[in-house]
């Protein structure tokens, strides 16, 4: 599994989720496990997990052309990304991991 982080300053609130909606359709994407938003500050934090890294990528495809349609820079955005060894979901027990 494979987790990416996004943050930016400039993307609002309305225009993140128009450009979301824009590039899913407003589901998950192939591949898409869950993703997470909110703000912190002036910053939209989102965590989008994948099954692979290559489901990322392909996901990023839609994602590219939603953005600049929209007129979004990724200058202002910070992107980290790491494996997931281990997720563990609510009080059920529910896990998934290596």
Do not use: N
């Amino acid at each position: 599994m494979f987790v990416q982080v996004t943050r930016s300053r400039t993307l609002g609130k309305d225009q993140y989720r128009a450009v979301r909606d824009q590039a899913t359709g407003g589901k998950l994407l192939d591949g898409e496990l869950f993703y997470v938003d909110g703000y912190h500050g002036d910053e939209v934090w989102v965590v989008d997990a994948w099954e692979t890294r290559e489901a990322c990528d392909r996901g990023m495809e839609k994602w590219g052309p939603a953005m600049q349609a929209a007129g979004v820079s990724m200058d202002d955005m910070t992107l980290e990304e790491f494996e997931i060894d281990q997720l563990h979901l609510g009080s059920a027990g529910v896990s998934m991991g290596s």
